[in-house]
């Protein structure tokens, strides 16, 4: 839930230490492998990176998902092309979906912020603001924690429902 099966990430888990230390030093430690991983990975993905940012930020707090007019309001950007592209290219890359109303084509559109690391930097990393030992080891007993577990398990969930789906034995 917090690396979303990424092979790269998890190839720098250290077998030897239980999850909880492994993400500890990887995303709390300084100097860890992942401190910097969010910036990064959407600036080598994204020419203009700030706008998708500021689309993925809006998205991060409203676990629902936004319409296109409350994320105009959530970004503070116009409406248009730019906008149009960040969505579409952060629905192509799997950081996002987007869900249509039944019997429309496009207005009322919901936009759900669905990478489990990216919802995990952002409600975990982003404020951390020092790196403090044993920081995610001593989270796991907090409530935001628990919330964070619920909605995490249900994006794992989103992401594979076809999986799920053929697992129960319930597909058409």
């Known amino acids: 839930m917090v690396f979303g099966g990424i092979p790269y990430y998890l190839d720098l888990l250290n077998r030897r230490t239980g999850l ?4 500890d030093s990887l995303c709390f430690r300084r100097g860890g492998q992942l401190t910097d991983e969010f910036d990064e990975l959407y600036r080598s993905l994204f020419r203009n990176a700030e706008q ?7 998205l991060a707090g409203k676990k629902s998902g936004l319409t296109r007019d409350k994320l105009i309001g959530g970004t503070r950007k116009a ?3 730019t906008l149009s592209r ?5 629905e192509q890359c799997g950081f996002i979906r987007s869900l249509r109303p039944f019997g429309r084509k496009s207005r009322g559109t919901l936009y759900q912020l669905i990478d489990p690391f990216t919802l995990f930097y952002l409600r975990f990393m982003k404020d951390s ?8 080891q001593k989270m796991q007993s907090t409530a ?3 919330s964070w577990c619920g909605h995490a398990f249900e994006i794992v969930c989103l992401n ?3 999986q799920i789906v ?3 034995g319930i597909d058409g």
């Open 52 to 58: 998708h940012l500021s689309v993925v930020r809006a």
């Open 160 to 162: 594979h429902l076809e």
């Open 129 to 136: 603001g020092s790196f403090l030992s044993g920081y995610w």
């Open 144 to 146: 935001t924690y628990a």
């Open 166 to 168: 053929r697992a129960l």
């Open 20 to 23: 909880a230390q492994n993400i």
């Open 79 to 81: 409406s248009g092309g």
């Open 86 to 90: 960040a969505l579409g290219e952060l």
